[in-house]
Structure formats: C-alpha cells, structure tokens
C-alpha cells in the first residue's frame, strides 16, 4: 500500500502547473475551451467555478443600495473624487480639499472615478467592491487550483465567499475590500512566479514576482502597514519552493521588493513634494506628512497602541473598554470571541488542524513540493496575520479580519482535498472525521450566540457534521456513492452556519464606521448585524457615547492627537464614520439630520466651502445631502490642528466659506495637548459673528460679521 504521504494516482494530472506537459491526443476544441477549460482540467472544473462566481456576484450585488452611503466618511470624500480631480488624488473628504480622510486614497480611486463615470450614487459607490470580492474569489481559485487542483480552488473559493465578514466588506466602501483583492493578487502572482520557474519563460518568473511587489505597494496605498502582513508568507514560500540557485531566488525577491517600494513610495514622495499649501491637510496625522501617518496612527500605533490608537480590546493596554467594537481582549483567543468570532472563525478551527495535516504530509518531499508551498503561503498568510490581530494593541475592529479569511479558505479547502484524495488510510479519514466533527461543534457555538436566531440551524449543523464524520470513519473508502453522500453531508454542515450568517447580512442595512455581519448580537454597537440601519439608530437600542464621556479616562485617556481619529463607537447610534465615531454625528449632537431648511440654505451658497463643521460626522452627511463642499474643522474626530485659526480667518476674509455649523460638544485638544484649532476657531466665531438657529440646530454667517 502507498504511504499516506504520497500523491494519490491522478492528483498529479489535476493540479499540473500551467506550462506542463500535455498530450495533445487529448487537447480540446476551442468551443470546449472556452467551457470545459484546457484539456489539463476535468471536464467539470470551469463550468463549476462559473456556478461560484454566479453566486458570489448574486450575494453580492443583491439589494445592493440597501446600506445607503454605508460609511458616509468615505462616501463624502469619493463624492468631493467626482467634483474635483484634486480631491480625488489626494483623498480630500471634500472637495473644496481642506483635509484628506485618514486613510490613504487608493480605495477612493476607484469610487470616485465610478462615479465620474456612472454619476455618483449608491450603487456606483458600493458596485466596485462587490466586483471586487468576486474577483478576490476567482483569484483565489486560481492560485489554489495551480498548485492544489481544482476541487480544492472551488472548496476555498466558496469558503472566502460565504464567509460573513466578506459577504460584509465586499458590500461597504471602507478601504477593506480593495486591500483583500489586492492581497490575494499578490499571492496568485507569487504562485505564478513560482509556477515560471525552470520552464521555458524563465525570465517570466521575476516579471511575475515583480508585479505581487507592485501589487502590494499599492496595497499599501489602500490601508497602509496591513499589506505587509503577508508579505513573510509571500518571500518564504518563493525562497522555499521556486526553483534555481539561493542566491537566484534572493536576487529576485530584491527586485520584488524594489517594485513594491516603487508603486507604494511613488505616492508618498508625491505628497511630501507637493507644496503643503496647494493640498489638502493629510488628516490623521501629527505633521502633514503622509510617512508620519504610515508609521504612527496607521502604523506602530496599531500595534502597540498611542499615536492616535487608544487600546484595541478592553484588557488591552491602556483599557480601552469598548468591548467587542475594539476587538475584545487581546491574546490567542480573541479570533474566536466577540464579534471577530462570528465574522471570520467559522472554518479557523478546521484550518488550523489542516495546516498540521498539510506540512506532515509534505515532510519528507522535496524542497519544491507544492503541497508544502501551499501550507506555507496560506499557512503563513493564516498565522501572521492571524498572530497580529491577535495581539495587536492599538485599534482593531471585527471587520478587519475580512484580510485574513483567504488564508483560512486557502488552507481549509487545500487540506480537505488532499485528506480526501487519500481516505484510503485511515489516518487521512480520522483527520476528515475530527475536521467535520470539529467544525459542527464550532458551528454550534457561534450560532448559540444568538439563540432565537434560526434555532432549529445549530442543531442541523451539529447532527449532520456529527453523522459525517462517521461516516468518513467508516464508509468514505468503500465506494464512490457512499463517498460522495458523504462528502456532501460534510460540506453542506460545514457551510451551513457561515452561509447563514452571509446571507443574513446581505438583507440588512449596514453603515457607520463599526459594522458587523450577521444578526444582531448582545453587546454588539451598531443596527442589523452590528451596524446601524440607513434610516435609524440600531434595532436594538444600544448607541455608543455622545458626548465624549466613553473615552477613556485617568492614565489610559490619550492626549492630545492620541485622542482617535477614528475607531470610537458610535456617538449616533452607529452611524459613524471613518473607523468610528467623529466629533457630532449627523443624527447626533449636530443634529443636522433632516434638516431641510439648512439643506437649502447650504445649496444656495456659491463660496469655496459651504460651510464648516468640527469633526466629519455632520461634514460629511451636509456634504452627501446638499452635493456642497463642507470643511471638517480638525479633520475625522475634530483632533487634527487643521486648519489653523489663522488660515480659517484667511478663508473668511477671502469669502471663501460661507456658513459655521455649531457642535453641541465641547472640542477636543490638539497635537500639542493644549486647545486646539476647533477650539480656537469654535471661540472665534462665536465671538464675531452673530449665531442663529436653522431649523433645531445653530448657525453663524461668516460673511456677517457681528455690528456689521
């Protein structure tokens, strides 16, 4: 009998690299190309990954404006994309560019030029993204099929797909969505630089691996320091598996690398050489400088916490206290607890026991064993970033865990497979067995954290995976009928919850700067699914802090620009911005929401800017409402010292704003820790221009000074 280490008869055929050698006895028609894929393929293998794709754009597009603006931080800022080229370059959140989001504009690219080119609106603000997780679907089966066959790339595909945090994100317009896709791009060019190797395009392998450099530079152009959570998985799995020299290989990583520093730094040297007072002020950040925003709030801040990053989870460093919304506790179990639990875990457990599977298998092949590449690139993928988010100190929401569920589809669906192709041991079916049984127990538990939610699925669940793995125990080996009964039996226990909680989320309305997926859950901020509804506060009556007192306080309180830009529960029901809450909402303190009487009058201005605002809440619901330029005095919180006083009198001695719009919160220090400028600018037209009431909420005319 064949060890249970080898390849099983006809594997080798199934997940022959492109570039092998073919019997061209067997080559197919171009009609059957087009359908059935090349002759190297089983005849079911393209027909069933256009089914997934079908159905991912399907879950995906379905009742796609439900969620409104979905983040109106964001959607301002595409929309100021549409009026002015400018803003759309430097990421302005308006388009008059005062101050640029705090997030790099890459993901804003792409919605703003949609809606230059559909008219801007829901569907063209939210469209790009569900593309965008079709196509993180259909790489992903790519680079799994390559190496793995193509039952293991529609297995990983459709877990990626049915994840709960995907089927959120891919429908959102935070940055999230394009950073996966590129992601997963990066690793199907590293799988084919790989694949290039030792084969007639020898030179192709360096152009492949060059171009996932390039594509992880612009990763980093779309959610800064996150892109380079894979890249250890990325350089190991080429140093390990391409073939030729060491010193080959390294010399090719160098250029990789070269390529990344070169489509991600182009940008920033741009904004460093920009004149800063012909751009917008990089919001986030301490000194108007794109690198300074890099490495503290969306750098080591994230990781350590400080520079603009209170605790990430309420036993963190720092106490943050928000709970679920900020991560939970860091340590090992924080993937599986809270919200994070329920976005992302669901295969984790399975994954995990696959990825020890995968490298005992592989242990004694070859150094360029494909089997052992792919546990190292997913594997890698899985665990550093999974060991990051883990411990990560700084700020962290659920829904960032969306980056770290292909690694977790790529190492479940590839184990699975390869278990399967060798049920004949009974070693590989006690594994299948405890994979199944360990799944459905899982499964059990995150539905259980919503008991009235479908009650009769968490027992589906356990009894069918529980029956499965019987049955692999068993009868997996004895015939093709009972194999495949079985099989489907493990699959659909398998996919059930996570397929649920997916589809649940498309029905709902998701929005503000904390969304979760799934139902509503206990503890959790936010409407249906943790965010909050386009029309309302959360279903079930929880908001997060209105006025500031929520923060932290006593030593873990941040000072001065550590006081978050961004990720603070919602200050109006969940509707907030950015990665949380800004200073005065839109349904909020502000209390701007519905106010026609304000609309009109802003829609009668003809100045640069409006009106102004502190914080981005009201700014940015104003600027969705009217189509007019707000300024967010402070930038995403009212924290950033821009603009100046002095350059906010400029602009209305020059005529350039036209309207104040009031807070009904004090402001919060600036960088130095002293007043800052929303505090300065709040006293001085207080001081000089008359107030009056617009509606229910207060007014100054900045072109009527007071005894004018």
Known sequence: MASITSVPPGVEAVARPVGAHRDSTHERSWADRAFFGPATQPRWARPALFALLIATAVLYFWNLTVSGWANEYYAAAAQAGTQSWKALLFGAHDAGNAITVDKPPASLWVMGLSGRLFGF?????????????VGSVALLYGAVRRWSGPGAGLLAGAALAATPVAALMFRFDNPD?????????????????IDSHGLRWRSASTGWLALAGAVIGFAFLTKMMQAFLVLPALGSV????????FWSRIVKLVTACAAMVVAGGWYVLLVELWPADS??????????????????????????????NPSGGSGGPGGGGMGSAFGGDTGSARLFSGSMGTEVSWLLPAALIGLVAGLWLSRRAPRTDRLRAAMILWGGWLLGTGLVFSYMSGIIHPYYTVALAPGIAGVAGIAVTQLWWRRGHVAARMTLALLSAVTGVWTFGLLDRTPDWLPWLRWTVLISTALAAMGLLVGAHRSRGIAVTIAAAALLGGFAGSTAYAVETVTHAHSGGIPTSGPAQAGSMGGPGGGAGADGPPADGRTGATDGTDLPTGDAAPSGNDLPTGDLPAADGGRSTG???PAGGPGGPGGSAGNAELDALLENTDSRWSAASIGSGTASSLELRT??????????????????????????????????????????????????????????????????????????????????
């Open 627 to 708: 189509g007019t330029s707000v300024i967010a005095i402070g930038g995403f919180s009212g924290g950033d010292d821009a603009p100046t006083l002095a350059r906010f009198q400029q602009y209305v001695a020059d005529g350039e704003v036209h309207y104040f719009i009031a807070q009904g919160q004090g402001m919060r220090p600036g960088s130095s820790g002293e007043k800052s400028a929303a505090d300065e600018i709040t006293e001085w037209v207080k001081g000089h221009f008359t107030a009056k009431t617009v509606g229910s909420i207060t007014v100054y005319d900045l072109t009527a000074p007071t005894g004018s």
């Open 177 to 193: 969505a394009l950073l996966t896709l590129l992601l997963v791009a990066a690793a199907y060019c590293t799988v084919r630089a």
């Open 238 to 245: 080429f140093l390990v598996a391409a073939a030729g020299g």
């Open 121 to 133: 609106g829901s569907w063209s603000l939210l469209a790009p993204q569900a593309l965008m997780g």
């Open 579 to 581: 990665d949380a809450t």
């Open 279 to 308: 751009r917008p002020y990089i919001g986030g950040s301490t000194d108007n400088s794109l690198w300074e925003l890099a490495l503290g709030y969306n750098g080591m801040g994230r990781l350590l916490g400080g520079s603009g």
